[in-house]
């Protein structure tokens, strides 16, 4: 195992800052201090005391600027303060949960939207934000898949480092720009049966190749922070993971940023049985490489006597401190430790750009029966039902804290926006909320369908139904809400279904009440006027799933990376045949009772284009190992309309020292299709794209054959070949 304790790049303020440090001083920067008003007081003696390095939650900027005070102008070294506070999918304007961001496969607006996050939240002081969140999430029972960028790791790793550079920008300490943190480290997402906080087994060579690279890359962004996570990885609680956070995180990546913990990750090493006591889990996380202690007290409490008795090693007291300090220096804290004009912000126009364009690329179109959509321009009377469809709060998703509520235009506002006097709108809302089952409401929504030439029906999940510890055991739509779409649909008038969710819900017989069905995720503040645009063909819905959806639970784990097996399904789902013989015909994985393909593959989206794809070719299709692949494909949109194409190449390679799966993505690209044109359409396939993680654990590429895949989603068919010498 490699060590960080090379000199790296100094910074000289920083030493000489450290060289005056007191034990209790350095352990002071040590411990990031939840703020709560309760025990304000003592945390205010213990900001004057040094005993203090970071703060999140503090309340407002000017509780921010006291204590800032206090730090440096009354703590014996004067060391700013540092403080956090998640801003996960903005801030006051609120953009799509991240899950609906990664739906958008268009990393540049994501990056959009995490430079308006930063924005407004330096414009109140905060430095420092908790995200991105980039676990690998593959169950969407685990309620924060919605905080996710999906089950790929190729696309997590895109939308996390895309965040990181929208967060920080070039210089983190521009007024408008804050430190990031990759989070949650590592493995997280694979919480047994989807329950959070739950253990996690992840074989090594999985944990290499599917849920450390996310990491990497933000590392490779310049991510200024990582934060460790909750579980047990393996049996070992990963905030206690030295092979993994000072082995492979700070020595073989070479990270130089600031490793914090989870809120109490670390005290709850003595429940997991992983330490018996404080004194013990002070010592096992300084150990592992945890610089920062989030919100509990082991390192203030323990660490300064196992320093002085020589059971903790001091060079990583150091080490741990002079990355908390350089941190501060690099976000400029030193220089300009007081935020200033702190008026509350309204979004500015841009942020409510940015926040709509990308509610309009994230949103999904999963089934269009006949052209139900879009709809006509002089479409006379629209009927909206369903309790989502003007609730300014959910439609927020889960981690919308901050978010300014009275900006928030929903669905019915939009609605009454776009079409004036020309269409009457009737909202009935049916429910009072997804969850309840009272069917006291659907006489008048029936009544108002039945009265409609087409009904907008808003149905899902409320936003606490996902995020951290709301994970759900079923994946259906709460409440009475299908019953009431049931009876919608009986009227025989058209139905067009908008859904908000944090995850992929199981559709099943939802799709069959439903001309066309849109997935929205939780939109965000201006979810409304984008999903209005996507009705009415203003735009061409463009998001693809960035996660595969199950037809039921017991399917899960599903996803499009899957490996073959020895016995690959081939016949197909038969149901279950009276008499079911004890030698199921082929002897194929699968299920008795469920086909096992998914309802909706990984990548899928429709638009209001059919999109052909053609003329595949590899470039070169013989190559010697390590070299850069060409994929040429062209792309002509058959139909009348401009739409957004999302070209996806997935690769799957033959054989392998290591089974591969039957497909992983590889590269994709976001490209405007005029109707009627053909597009010859390049991407680079990288040496990298090539390399698998082998049995010693390293990254290895082998000759042997390649299939590239070339198409709209993951069971794209237009296939070549290529062979690597
Ligand atoms: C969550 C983190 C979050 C932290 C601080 C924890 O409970 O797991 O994702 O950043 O709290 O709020």
Not at 283 to 307: F, S
Not at 574 to 595: K, M, V
Not at 639 to 652: A, I, K, M, S
Not at 704 to 710: N, T, W, Y
Request: aromatic fraction near 8%; proline fraction near 7%.
């Amino acid at each position: 195992m490699q060590d960080d304790d090379g000199d790296g790049q100094r910074i000289p303020a920083v030493e000489a800052l450290i060289a005056r440090m007191t034990l209790e001083e350095k352990v002071g920067q040590m411990s990031q201090r939840a703020y709560f008003a309760h025990d304000r007081e003592e945390a205010l003696e213990a900001v004057r005391a040094g005993r203090v390095g970071s703060f999140l939650n503090v309340p407002d900027p000017a509780t921010r600027n006291e204590l800032q005070r206090l730090a440096v102008e009354q703590s014996r070294l004067g060391i700013p303060l540092v403080f956090g506070r998640d801003v996960i999918h903005g801030y006051r304007t609120i953009f799509p949960i991240v899950l609906g961001q990664a739906a958008s496969f268009d990393p540049e607006l994501v990056e959009a939207a995490a430079a308006v996050a930063a924005s407004e939240a330096a414009a109140v002081g905060i430095d420092w934000t908790f995200a991105p969140m980039i676990d690998v999430s593959r169950d969407p029972r685990w309620g924060r898949i919605a905080e996710s960028p999906g089950e790929d790791p190729h696309l997590t790793a895109v939308m996390g480092a895309a965040m990181v550079r929208g967060f920080q920008g070039s210089d983190p300490a521009a007024p408008d720009r804050i430190a990031a943190c990759a989070k949650h480290y590592v493995g997280y997402g694979a919480a047994e049966a989807g329950k959070d906080y739950n253990t996690t087994y992840i074989p090594d060579g999985l944990l290499h190749e599917t849920y450390l690279p996310p990491y990497r890359a933000c590392v490779e962004a310049g991510v200024l922070s990582v934060m460790t996570a909750f579980n047990d990885l393996n049996g070992v609680p990963a905030t206690g993971n030295e092979p993994l956070v000072r082995g492979v995180l700070k020595g073989e990546w070479g990270f130089r940023g600031v490793v914090v913990s989870d809120w109490a990750s670390m005290t709850e090493m003595i429940n997991h049985g992983y330490c018996a006591d404080l004194r013990a889990v002070a010592q096992t996380a300084l150990r592992a490489g945890v610089d920062l202690e989030m919100a509990t007290h082991a390192y203030r409490d323990c660490l300064p006597a196992l320093a002085e008795d020589g059971t903790a090693d001091t060079a990583r007291v150091d080490d741990a401190v002079r990355r908390v300090l350089e941190l501060k220096h690099r976000l400029g804290l030193f220089a300009r430790p007081y935020t200033t004009d702190y008026a509350p912000q309204e979004p500015t126009s841009r942020a409510l750009k940015v926040a709509k364009e990308l509610a309009l690329r994230s949103l999904v179109l999963l089934t269009n029966d006949d052209g139900a959509l879009p709809l006509s321009a002089d479409v006379e009377s629209i009927a909206v039902v369903g309790p989502l469809a003007d609730d300014p709060n959910e439609q927020l998703g889960c981690w919308a804290f901050d978010g300014i509520r009275d900006r928030t235009v929903t669905v019915v506002q939009a609605l009454r926006e776009r079409v004036g006097d020309r269409t009457t709108i009737q909202y009935v809302p049916g429910l009072t909320s997804p969850l309840d089952t009272s069917r006291a409401g659907f006489v008048e929504a029936v009544a108002a369908a039945t009265a409609a030439d087409v009904t907008i029906v808003v149905l899902g999940e409320t936003a606490d139904l996902s995020g951290e510890c709301h994970s759900r055991a079923f994946l259906d739509f709460p409440g009475a809400q299908v019953e009431l779409l049931e009876r919608l649909a009986a009227t025989g008038r058209p139905i067009v279904l908008v859904v908000f969710a944090g995850r992929p819900l199981v559709l099943g017989r939802v799709l069959e009440h439903a001309n066309a069905v849109v997935y929205a995720w939780h939109p965000g503040t201006m979810g409304g006027p984008a999903i209005v645009d996507v009705l009415f063909g203003d735009e061409s819905p463009s998001g693809r799933l960035p996660v595969t959806f199950p037809r039921a639970v017991g399917q899960i784990p599903i996803y499009h990376a899957f490996k073959n097996t020895g016995r690959p399904p081939t016949t197909g789902f038969r149901g279950i045949p009276a008499g079911t013989p004890l030698d199921p015909e082929g002897f194929e994985t699968s299920y008795l009772d469920l086909e096992v393909s998914p309802e909706f593959p990984f990548g899928f989206g429709m638009s209001y284009a059919t999109i052909k794809y053609s003329e595949l070719v590899l470039e070169p299709s013989h190559a010697p190992v390590g070299h850069p692949i060409q994929v040429h494909v062209t792309v002509e949109n058959t139909g009348t309309r401009v739409v957004d194409e999302v070209v996806q190449v997935y690769l799957r390679d033959l054989v392998g020292s290591v089974t591969r799966p039957v497909r992983e993505l590889k590269a994709f690209r976001r490209v405007r299709v005029e109707p009627g044109q053909r597009r010859r359409i390049q991407i680079e396939l990288d040496a990298t794209a090539f390399e698998f993680v082998g049995l010693d654990l390293k990254r290895v590429t082998e000759p042997g054959r390649f299939h590239v895949f070339v198409g709209g989603d993951s069971t794209a068919d237009l296939c070549a070949e290529l062979e690597l010498v």
